[in-house]
């Protein structure tokens, strides 16, 4: 009897596991997401995690230091961070800089939540890779007046919320908070309307400013 | 007179210059296109030029080679790729390879359209950079039974009908032809169902195929 339970139980988990879905279901993040399982990560690499502001730039090429992988996929939200995490966790990288939150805030999951995936990741990272140092960044704003985000449709507020939250767990959990936000909004609260020709990613000179404001940390 | 003459085509120009648009609309081409003129390009450097095909990979961590930089942006055309050249060819790299065609193929532009923007694309870095080694890739095939693409509907004997164009193009310029479809395709003349989740862009194992076709070119 004891052995047809454990079977019975072997076969419920086997089937849990067959139906998994991933969190995030595009086809673009699936391809990416195996590209990156083939790409060695080393304990020299800095790595750029996030979604499409990261994905969108050639990080290695802006900090001219080839040992700075883009880790970016366009439209991934933190939980898609942690589904994707193994390859980079296994490489024990010096550096991991975190740009999150954007996607999931406009799947409207609120600053609370955003800051409990970030320390879901972030509580991995530092516990898998104990001697790689975390950054967290600050989540950029947005500006609906340049092209109209329906998903992000009156969350303008949520961005400095969610960053306060990030802030604050930074310093709970002892890793580096990179504020980013202040560089980028205007008095409004919107993305500067020249820094985006969409309201939502970054031409290349914004890209000037936050690999200005990230230099510091990365050849620290 | 001649003066007013002179001022008069003076203002038609300025006046063409300014309602000049680009050859590839989207906002994404604008970013990443403004994004590259920031990005320096140097006589050591091997240049990845191309559409999505391109921007999907990381292609300095798949040939471990530091010079080797991405310059592929999603949706793009041959006339798009002459539009930002010029941060390209003022850096007299020391290899370019060159995958485009499909988006081209898509417009209903057909082969000897495509060969001939070919041409030109390869005539202007003849002529700008003697010193680059050119190397065109055939244009990969595409698989409309894992995903319908509308605008490519039909359009899968254009595709070894451009190659053998290219082909002919480039012994006749004397640059090389790397011929990538054979590796690509199924019996069928399709993109192999095994390397794609869309029918047109690539998982991360059809990367590893095209990395080993080119690393004799690449390390050359």
């Known amino acids: 009897m004891k052995r047809v339970i454990l079977l019975f139980m072997a076969l419920v988990a086997l089937s849990s596991m067959a139906q998994k879905k991933p969190v995030n279901p595009d086809v673009y993040y699936a391809r990416r997401a195996t590209l990156f399982e083939y ?3 080393y304990s020299s690499d800095i790595i750029m995690l996030g979604n499409s ?3 969108g730039a050639e990080w290695n090429e802006l900090f001219d230091n080839c040992h700075v992988k883009n880790r970016g996929i366009v439209g991934d939200i933190i939980p898609g961070f942690m589904e994707r995490m193994e390859p980079i966790l296994q490489g024990q990288p010096r550096k991991i800089f975190i740009m999150g939150g954007i996607n999931d805030i406009s799947h409207k ?4 939540s955003v800051a409990s995936a970030m320390r879901t990741l972030v509580t991995t990272i530092k516990d898998r890779c104990p001697k790689t140092q975390i950054y967290v960044q600050s989540v ?6 340049v092209r109209h985000w329906k998903s992000l449709q009156g969350l303008e507020k949520v961005v400095p919320e969610t960053n306060a939250k990030l802030k604050a767990l930074c310093a709970e959990l002892g890793v580096t908070f990179i504020n980013l936000y202040p560089l980028f909004v205007d008095d409004k609260g919107n993305l500067k309307a020249e820094y985006t020709n969409d309201g939502l990613h970054l031409m290349g000179k914004a890209y000037l ?5 990230l230099l510091p940390y990365v050849n620290k």
């Open 39 to 41: 790409l060695p990560v």
């Open 53 to 55: 502001l990261t994905d």
């Open 109 to 112: 999951v609120g600053a609370d």
């Open 140 to 145: 950029l704003p947005f500006n609906n007046e």
């Open 209 to 213: 400013i936050w690999r200005d404001a």
